[in-house]
């Protein structure tokens, strides 16, 4: 299949997943307001519907087991209130699902392990851009239209995962061009971006830049984010579930920003980003074509710091995608 072909094939997957949530507007199904005021209204799952293919319709929250259930909690114990209000909370306010919670202080690191919450019926697995992912909620799922910042509404104050509630202070978006051909892919913040709220502005986020400027483009042309958007406490590798819970956000920027290259930075990146067990040193410099999104997989820069020998092997993928770019410019 041509690129344009399986690009296009991609785009329409998007869209239906869009136009579902569109069908159940039309059948009137109660659909919580998305976060973003009176507008787009969202869908939600009921936590005492039985298992079933899963519509996100609402039911009134206050006939929820699950609600009296969080109601007992409060009795209980301080920690597990926070849930019970945070679930009895207005539809505008309501974070899309608490999974997790927060450690008492932001700052410190929690010393217990986040407490699930009773679950509801998360949304279908949906097949996209890199295969199929399995949205937490129907605020992980695209919408027609959407934009970057609908996207950084959706997320929220996000306590999907672990990683909300084992020190992180801000939640580290995706930054730069909202057309940007070019966009590159880390693992998870560290120290600074997790103090800052920016990616890579550490010093592997330093050395990025002047890899950028190597290809003579600027920071400000590229867009660069991370698989996961929140730091994991003493920087450990986050797991392939905190992984593929964060994902979706990620894949619906790219859907929206479509760059010509996607850059994945490292091992963790990429086997969690493509989904792949191969490691960085086999498959760096080659491009891997994902539905018409082409990938360069290349070594991290914070591995580059450790190990500087190793840049002139980035240095020579790195004018692979130069050198694609000029020429897809080129052909347009
Ligand atoms: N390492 C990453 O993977 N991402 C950042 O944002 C910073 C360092
Ligand atoms: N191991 C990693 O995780 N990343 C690299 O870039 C190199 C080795």
């Keep these: 299949?041509?690129?344009?072909?399986?690009?296009?094939?991609?785009l329409?997957?998007?869209?239906?997943?869009?136009?579902?949530?569109?069908?159940?507007?039309?059948?009137?199904?109660?659909?919580?307001?998305?976060?973003?005021?009176?507008?787009?209204?969202?869908?939600?799952?009921?936590d005492d519907s039985p298992p079933r293919k899963p519509s996100r319709a609402a039911a009134p929250p206050s006939q929820s087991p699950a609600l009296r259930r969080n109601a007992e909690a409060e009795s209980r114990s301080p920690r597990e209130s926070q849930v019970g209000e945070a679930r009895e909370e207005s539809a505008e306010t309501q974070p899309p699902r608490v999974l997790y919670q927060r450690a008492t202080e932001p700052?410190?690191?929690?010393?217990?392990?986040?407490?699930?919450?009773?679950?509801?019926?998360?949304?279908?697995?949906?097949?996209?851009?890199?295969?199929?992912?399995?949205?937490?909620?129907?605020?992980?799922?695209?919408?027609?239209?959407?934009?970057?910042e609908d996207?950084?509404?959706?997320i929220g104050d996000?306590?999907?995962?672990?990683?909300?509630?084992?020190?992180?202070?801000?939640?580290?978006h995706s930054e730069g061009s909202p057309s940007?051909?070019?966009?590159?892919?880390?693992?998870?913040?560290?120290?600074?971006?997790?103090?800052?709220?920016?990616?890579?502005?550490?010093?592997a986020g330093q050395l990025l830049n002047k890899i950028i400027e190597a290809i003579g483009m600027k920071r400000e042309d590229v867009l660069i984010g991370n698989v996961n958007r929140c730091r994991p406490?003493?920087?450990?590798?986050?797991?392939?579930?905190?992984?593929?819970?964060?994902?979706?956000?990620?894949?619906?920027?790219?859907?929206?920003?479509?760059?010509?290259?996607?850059?994945?930075?490292?091992?963790?990146a990429l086997h969690n980003l493509l989904d792949t067990k191969e490691g960085i040193t086999k498959v760096r410099g080659q491009f891997k074509?994902?539905?018409?999104?082409k990938v360069m997989p290349t070594f991290h820069p914070a591995y580059l710091l450790r190990d500087p020998s190793k840049k002139r092997e980035t240095w020579d993928d790195m004018k692979k995608v130069r050198d694609y770019l000029n020429k897809s410019k080129a052909e347009k």
């Design 180 to 203: 940007a051909r070019l966009m590159f892919v880390g693992e998870a913040p560290g120290a600074n971006e997790d103090a800052d709220g920016r990616p890579f502005v550490g010093r």
């Design 289 to 293: 074509d994902y539905k018409g999104l």
């Design 151 to 154: 996207i950084r509404r959706d």
């Design 107 to 148: 700052k410190e690191m929690a010393t217990r392990k986040p407490v699930r919450t009773p679950d509801p019926v998360p949304p279908a697995p949906q097949e996209t851009l890199f295969g199929e992912i399995a949205p937490q909620d129907a605020l992980s799922l695209p919408r027609p239209g959407e934009t970057l």
């Design 1 to 10: 299949m041509s690129d344009d072909a399986s690009r296009d094939e991609f």
């Design 158 to 172: 996000c306590m999907r995962c672990p990683l909300c509630c084992e020190g992180r202070t801000k939640i580290v």
């Design 233 to 268: 406490a003493n920087n450990r590798t986050p797991t392939s579930a905190e992984a593929a819970i964060c994902k979706p956000f990620l894949l619906r920027e790219i859907a929206i920003v479509r760059p010509d290259v996607i850059v994945v930075l490292g091992n963790t």
């Design 12 to 46: 329409s997957i998007v869209g239906e997943v869009s136009n579902e949530l569109a069908y159940l507007r039309e059948l009137g199904v109660e659909l919580i307001d998305a976060g973003g005021g009176a507008g787009e209204p969202r869908a939600t799952a009921p």
